[in-house]
């Protein structure tokens, strides 16, 4: 399965269903299921925003999984990030929707039981589908079957 990798806490917004469009300086034709992956890097920037995002939005932000494969999502489409005027304010907290970037709007959330550790990579890479069928939670999208 193709995979993206997405700094902390973002990942995990994403996984959470926080956040529903991820903003990228480019553009992909890619729609379908994707795993998302945390990436191992944590600044303490990205620290910061965890403890602010986890006081405005979920507690479960403040400490999330580095270095692991979260869960999948479906990527229905991408659009320039022009079109998203009207999105909530978790949304534009949670992404960078300044001129000349793109914003990929998911879907389908599937959640794993456990996080599972996996080296990721810049831009799309591939990660064993039996890795990714052994990770889902039945009947849960939300991450340690937290709902």
């Given amino acids: 399965m193709r995979a993206i990798s997405l700094w902390q806490p973002w990942a995990s917004a994403v996984i959470l269903g926080h956040k529903r469009i991820e903003t ?3 553009s992909t034709p890619f729609t379908g299921r994707m795993a998302v992956h945390a ?3 944590w600044t303490r920037e990205e620290r910061d925003d965890a403890e602010a995002f986890a006081r405005q939005i979920d507690p479960r932000l403040a400490t999330p999984p580095l270095g692991a494969i979260l869960g999948t999502v479906r990527l229905v489409r991408c659009e320039p990030s022009e ?3 009207h999105i909530s304010q978790i949304e534009r907290m949670l992404g960078n929707f300044a001129p ?3 914003g990929w709007i998911l879907d389908d959330v ?3 039981a ?3 550790p996996f080296k990721g990579a810049q831009g799309f890479f591939d990660v064993p589908d039996e890795l990714i069928a052994r990770g889902f939670i039945p009947d849960s999208t939300k991450m340690g079957g937290q709902g």
Wanted: proline letters at 6%; hydrophobic letters at 45%; aromatic letters at 22%.
């Fill in 39 to 41: 990436a191992k890097r």
């Fill in 100 to 102: 000349g970037r793109f």
């Fill in 114 to 116: 456990e996080p599972i």
């Fill in 83 to 85: 079109a998203f005027s």
């Fill in 24 to 26: 990228r300086h480019w």
């Fill in 110 to 112: 599937r959640a794993f």
